[in-house]
């Protein structure tokens, strides 16, 4: 990213040194293996776009069974995630759904039981929000052994969150409809995918903020998040998102499904676990510089990344870069929405001197991350969900980076 | 979209009424060619996602040059265009730049010319706006001969456009880069395309919203918008938007290149032109239901609809079932942004009789759309850009729908 040394006030203040002439090197057109453009002919309107050529973002795997994948988040801007780059994880792999047979059911203690096509779906009032979306499992490497994943990017690292709009039915637009009855505590969600994915969600989180998504980024949702339907559930984590939802079952009780029981239940010291830990933690971690970037030059950059939290708005992330003995506020770029990442950035200058940096967000509720040691303490060394902990990255005096554990 | 019969009242409340079970009708899996989901492994994680096998939007062209493609507004949810459906427009094709080999040249009435490479660009503070774009020839073939375009979509009729998240870096922090001086009171904007299109913008929107724009949609932004960057001008017509932008000229008055005075200026009566017509005028357009949808059955349905103006929010749509005869005020979908694409929907009774939809926009400023013929005595027939009359479309007694002449 930096090719020119500039100081840290011409950087604050966007003052004439901070980005000097000398530092625009600009390599002649025959060089780059392309024309002068303004010498050629263009190419053509296409009916669907491609990204240039120089440009190949692209989702990693941690699995040979490619059951999940991971957004390139070091490569991205903004807040939206593309689509194609979301994250996924499925149990039994991406069905194919035809929207012309999907339907959704939704039964138990209700006073009208209904079916509703996709057609139905989309006669009701829209909504579309701006919201996360993260895997409970994200980080779960970096937790367990830090020492073995050094060499990790933010992608790697950190990769199963993204951004979306997601574009939808009100869940209790439909819980209207059907007339649920007071007596009904949870509801059951169940996909029609290999897996029969099945969860029980809290009956208040449908009288608030779930959805019944159909769009994703202004167009029909993608097979990997859900086609033609998903739940959508702002700030919970994202297994009970159920995707390719069939059935919604209203009942008085959780229904003791094996992914909340066997699965996505966390273990505790002690032989004791958690469990229906729904909300997705406050969190955060820098992109930029981070592995496998190498700083060639002392100087200042910029620290960047994202924060989000499951409870609300991110207001506040402060930055160290000596390892934790002293934090600074970084900037938070606008917008900043409710369950939604939120980008940072924060000046720093690169001494030549083994430096160690860290993120440390907070949200509107007041929560903030904790210590890996603190995490650790409180979970155990075996727990498999809600990593929620600051992570870290240790820039050496060569200027080389890893993931650092953050002791 | 609409299979069963249901009342006004069930489609604005919400009550059991609206969506019937019976209307539900689900096909088996093996009708649609598709095996049950629930019976099959589904597919593998991909680096790169792809739409579902039963959804294929397109951009459309109106002219065999290819030098400019329509969005598929009857195809999108939401606000934001999916970036490889987001409309085209160029000159001369789209030039392939090598990043690498990208900068922008600021100099003219500053106290410091510089080169800002890519990476420069990146250095600076970024902002994300979520913004329209349009083309300000946008609908000119139903302006100027809507008895020749009546079996016309959406698409064909006002694709020319659309909305993303804009990123990049605000134009006032280069200004202050280079120190622009007092006495510049206008800036040149040079593409590297074939065209070399140039365009002169008023300073004052250099130091209000304009950004230079790097990141659409959270990636890098694409060839056909101006990969590695352009400038991005909130609110005013895409032409003045430069795409592959390469060099900006500071000076005491505009440069009257030829796509400001041959091109891009708008004729009026009595031979005279007005030019520098930068701000796209408050506009909307009904999307569903209109050609080539046919309304089978009698019937309550909603609809639905984007609206939009450079020089704000949107504060109020109206719609008229009887050609304009009677009003009445449409919901807007959350949320409103200022200079965006909004949503709005409205419940209405296909009655079987033959029926003129329009939508008439107002925004934060109090402008209006006006009529087609207020439009026409005001311009008069032969202009060429600007066309934010009202839209309609009218349908037939048999269910079919054109576009409407709106006399």
Redesign the interface.
């Known amino acids: 990213?930096?090719?020119g040394k500039i100081s840290r006030r011409a950087?604050l203040a966007?003052?004439?040194a901070?980005?000097?002439?000398a530092?625009?090197?600009?390599?002649?057109?025959q060089?780059?293996?392309?024309k002068d453009?303004?010498?050629?002919?263009?190419?053509?309107?296409?009916?669907?776009?491609?990204?240039?050529?120089?440009?190949k973002?692209?989702?990693?795997?941690f699995s040979p069974?490619?059951?999940?994948?991971n957004t390139p988040l070091q490569?991205?801007?903004?807040?939206?995630?593309?689509?194609?780059?979301?994250f996924?994880r499925?149990h039994?792999?991406?069905?194919?759904?035809?929207?012309?047979?999907y339907?959704l059911l939704i039964h138990g203690m209700v006073e009208?039981?209904?079916?509703?096509?996709l057609?139905?779906l989309?006669?009701?009032?829209?909504?579309?929000v701006t919201r996360f979306l993260e895997c409970s499992g994200n980080g779960f490497r970096t937790y367990r052994n830090p020492e073995a994943n050094k060499e990790e990017t933010p992608q790697q690292v950190e990769g199963l969150t993204s951004?979306s709009?997601w574009?939808g039915v009100p869940l209790k637009?439909l819980f209207?409809?059907v007339?649920v009855l007071p007596e009904a505590k949870w509801f059951l969600a169940e996909a029609?995918?290999?897996a029969?994915m099945t969860r029980s969600i809290p009956v208040e989180k449908g009288w608030d903020d779930a959805m019944i998504a159909?769009?994703q980024?202004?167009?029909?949702i993608?097979?990997?998040q859900g086609?033609?339907a998903r739940l959508f559930l702002p700030g919970f984590e994202g297994s009970s998102n159920v995707k390719?939802i069939r059935r919604i079952e209203l009942a008085d009780k959780p229904f003791m499904t094996r992914e909340e029981t066997s699965k996505y239940t966390d273990p505790l010291p002690g032989g004791k676990a958690r469990q229906f830990s729904f909300v997705m933690d406050v969190k955060s971690i820098i992109t930029y510089p981070a592995y496998p970037v190498t700083l060639t030059e002392k100087g200042f950059?910029?620290i960047k990344g994202i924060a989000w939290s499951g409870r609300g708005k991110i207001v506040r992330v402060d930055i160290s870069t000596d390892g934790g003995e002293s934090w600074n506020k970084a900037?938070l770029?606008?917008?900043v929405i409710s369950k939604c990442h939120t980008?940072f950035?924060f000046a720093w200058d690169f001494n030549g001197a083994q430096a160690t940096l860290m993120s440390r967000a907070t949200d509107e509720t007041g929560q903030t991350q904790p210590t890996h040691v603190e995490l650790k303490k409180l979970r155990g060394p075996g727990t498999s969900y809600h990593y929620n902990h600051i992570r870290a990255w240790t820039v050496r005096q060569d200027g080389s980076i890893v993931f650092g554990e953050n002791a």
Chains 1, 2 share one sequence.
């Not at 901070?18 to 002439?21: F, H, P």
């Not at 973002?57 to 795997?61: G, Q, V």
């Not at 989309?122 to 909504?127: D, Y």
């Open positions: 990213m930096s090719k950087l966007g003052t004439a901070a980005v000097s002439a530092s625009a090197k600009i390599l002649p057109a060089e780059s293996g392309t453009p303004t010498k050629v002919q263009g190419g053509p309107a296409k009916e669907v776009g491609e990204r240039s050529r120089f440009e973002p692209k989702r990693t795997y069974t490619r059951q999940a994948s490569d991205l801007e903004g807040i939206i995630t593309p689509a194609d780059l979301h996924e499925h039994a792999g991406i069905p194919e759904i035809d929207p012309e047979s339907s009208r039981p209904r079916m509703f096509t057609a139905d989309k006669r009701f009032p829209a909504e579309a951004t709009e574009i637009t209207k409809e007339g029609m995918d290999a029969v159909y769009g980024n202004g167009e029909a993608r097979p990997e086609y033609p390719w950059r910029e900037t770029q606008e917008p980008r950035r």
